[in-house]
Structures are given as structure tokens and as C-alpha cells.
């Protein structure tokens, strides 16, 4: 197992993170949210100059992401995450980041459902193989 990464706020990676605690809560923790969130806004100019300039974001952002990551785990049948926290995973072995988690599961499961308890079955399955 390599070390605590942090889930970013989407709905797919959440849901990653939730199942991954219901196969053993040891490998899922919650730490208060304490950082300052960023985005990063692109700019892509008509002769392909590009700007990119980072902000803070927004409280009304900050509560559409969560609100939509939330609606997203009560339609797969999970319990979403409290909103105060921070969600930290430990990846299996051989996999360093969320995102080439998310990649194995996708390649893993196939033809992925769109509804998203549909979606949470079939994940279960694929986790279960990445954490054996």
C-alpha cells in the first residue's frame, strides 16, 4: 500500500473513496479541510495564445461542487462525506495518484453504467481485485 492521497471533490472519485472504506475503513480517512481551494482559469486567444491565471475560488463554486459530488453519492446508495472534511485514501500497491486509480477501475469494469448505483456494484467488484 503506498501512502494517504488526497480524493479530489468529484463525484466518480468519491465514490472510489467510499467503497474503497466499506472493503476496510483503515485504508479511507477524513481530516478537516483546512487549505485555501484554487482553480485555475484558461484562456485560449483567437491565434492561439494561451492565459492562464489563478483565483481563489468561491464559496457559491465551492458549495455547487460539493452539493453535486453529495447528490452523486446518495444516487450510487452511499452516504456522502461530511462537508467540513477531507477525504484521504491509500492507494493500492503500484498505483500512485487517484487519477491512475480511476483509470485502472474504468479499464478494469468495461463498459461503465451511466446510473450511478449501477455504477457502484460494478466498482465494488474492481476494488476488490485492486486491493487483494
Do not use: W
Not at 501512502?3 to 465514490?15: C, Y
Not at 460539493?66 to 453519492?73: D, K, Q, R, S
Request: charged share 25%.
Amino acid at each position: 500500500m503506498t501512502g494517504l492521497v488526497r480524493v479530489p471533490d468529484n463525484g466518480f472519485e468519491l465514490l472510489i473513496a467510499r467503497l474503497t472504506g466499506e472493503i476496510d475503513p483503515g485504508l479511507l480517512v477524513l481530516l478537516p479541510v483546512t487549505e485555501v481551494r484554487f482553480t485555475t482559469v484558461e484562456c485560449i486567444e483567437p491565434d492561439g495564445t494561451v492565459t492562464r491565471t489563478r483565483r481563489l475560488i468561491s464559496d457559491e463554486e465551492r458549495r455547487e461542487v460539493v452539493e453535486f459530488a453529495e447528490e452523486y453519492l446518495t444516487d450510487a446508495g452511499v452516504a456522502p462525506f461530511p462537508r467540513d472534511m477531507g477525504v484521504y485514501l491509500t492507494l493500492p500497491a503500484g498505483v500512485d495518484s487517484m487519477d491512475e486509480m480511476a483509470g485502472r477501475l474504468l479499464v478494469a469494469m468495461g463498459e461503465q453504467p451511466i446510473v450511478p448505483s449501477q455504477l457502484a456494484a460494478k466498482l465494488r467488484l474492481a476494488l476488490h481485485y485492486l486491493y487483494r
